[in-house]
């Protein structure tokens, strides 16, 4: 299992980025996938996650600013982020999830099993 993201970066508040995470090793579309970040002096927490069937859930800090999508024939998953405030600050993480989730289940981090390297996103004017 591969999972590498791409996209992080410096961006101004009430900018936009878009993160890419390209997965390889495993069968992309049956797997639950989320975006997990940590801030600075933060643990870490799930903002956003897509099942196998494209139903997506977010972290009430991110709902209605952040879209999460997936493009099965390409197995690679994206986080569009619009915005953006200065707390959002953080490392992003692409993660596998251990099959399938539904509501609460999604925002568990023990449900991830497989974690990307990390991207650094900084939003400061």
């Known amino acids: 299992v591969q999972l590498v993201e791409s996209g992080g970066g410096l961006v101004q508040p009430g900018g936009s980025l878009t993160q890419s995470c390209a997965a390889s090793?495993?069968?992309?579309?049956?797997?639950?996938m989320g975006w997990i970040r940590q801030a600075p002096g933060k643990e870490r927490e799930v903002i956003a996650a897509?099942?196998?069937?494209?139903?997506?859930y977010y972290a009430d800090s991110v709902k209605g600013r952040f879209t999460i999508s997936r493009d099965n024939a390409k197995s690679t998953l994206y986080l569009q982020m619009n915005a953006m405030k200065p707390e959002d600050t953080a490392v992003y993480y692409c993660?596998?999830?251990?099959?399938?989730?539904?509501?609460?289940?999604?925002?568990?981090?023990?449900?991830?099993?497989?974690w990307g390297q990390g991207t650094r996103v900084t939003v400061s004017s």
């Open positions: 993660a596998r999830g251990a099959g399938g989730c539904a509501d609460y289940r999604c925002f568990e981090l023990a449900f991830y099993e497989n």
């Open positions: 897509v099942t196998s069937d494209g139903r997506t």
């Open positions: 090793g495993f069968f992309f579309s049956a797997y639950a």
